[in-house]
């Protein structure tokens, strides 16, 4: 398989159709549930570690965090970013030399509140102008979601939604009805693996359950993109030699002898209150 090409049993039409029509498409069953177990162990320990570090894990809300992660503190990591779906998914969204930016993972534990509707960063010009999606989130679930555990919901088609004269991140509350009337609520189970734009409006909900709902995150540029600014992609020199040259030259990371404390940059303010409704 070279780099130009894309896997035959993932139809590209079907990839841009659904990222750029809905902004979310998913693999059902894409890793086997030991696998995810072993990915749920990994964040767990990396949670701990966070939590007792001063600026480990940035706040999203009550009892809502996120965590940037090292990746080769995942076991799976190489898994993730080399599997035929991913890998099919981001070069037919973004192009041959794409550019994975960001690894880490969203805890919404028990008592996490509604988040308002929101994206994750401004729309870039590309999109708003140039009607061209140039990053994408990929996220896999470490527990089968049920309807108590917080679900994740998405407006569909509202990656190109224009929020000039406001906010860029998070619409006004009298827009909030396009977005109630247009939700899915996503309910993954372990082994599952989504890709959307993280421009099209989202929101996590109110858990209610007593158990956690970790999410592995993954960003990935197109090559024009800036997203890399917001992370401090680490690999050890060892680390990096071991992975495949195909998976390499797809990263944008910084290379280091040790590894070093991540100081989280990528706040999100008008998530840290959360919603009561």
């Given at each position: 398989m070279t780099s130009q090409t894309i896997p035959e049993t993932y139809d590209e039409a079907a990839i841009m159709g659904g990222l750029y029509g809905d902004g979310i498409i998913a693999c059902k069953g894409a890793f086997e549930r030991a696998w995810v177990e072993r990915l749920g162990a990994d964040i767990a320990t990396l949670f701990d570690e966070a939590q007792r570090q001063p600026g480990g894990a940035l706040a999203r809300g009550p009892n809502r965090y996120y965590v940037e992660v090292h990746p080769e503190r995942i076991s799976g990591f190489a898994d993730i970013v080399s599997h035929p779906w991913v890998v099919a998914v981001c070069r037919a969204i973004l192009g041959p030399d794409y550019r994975v930016v960001e690894a880490g993972f969203d805890v919404p534990g028990p008592g996490a509140l509604h988040q308002p509707w929101h994206r994750d960063f401004p729309s870039p010009e590309a999109t708003l102008v140039g009607r061209r999606l140039n990053s994408l989130a990929f996220n896999i679930t470490t527990v089968d979601v049920t309807e108590d555990m917080g679900p994740f919901e998405i407006a569909p088609g509202t990656q190109w939604d224009d929020l000039a004269g406001g906010d860029p991140m998070f619409p006004a509350q009298e827009?909030?009805?396009?977005?109630?009337?247009?939700?899915?609520?996503?309910?993954p189970q372990m082994g599952d693996i989504s890709a959307r734009s993280a421009l099209t409006i989202h929101r996590g909900t109110a858990n209610h359950s007593n158990r956690s709902r970790p999410v592995f995150v993954l960003g990935v540029d197109a090559p024009d993109a800036h997203n890399a600014d917001k992370h401090d992609l680490q690999l050890t020199h060892a680390y990096y030699e071991s992975l495949a040259p195909e998976v390499r030259r797809h990263i944008t990371c910084r290379l280091v002898e040790r590894l070093e404390p991540i100081v989280q940059a990528h706040a999100i303010e008008g998530l840290k209150m959360g919603l009561t409704v």
């Open positions: 827009l909030w009805p396009r977005y109630e009337a247009r939700r899915q609520r996503k309910m």
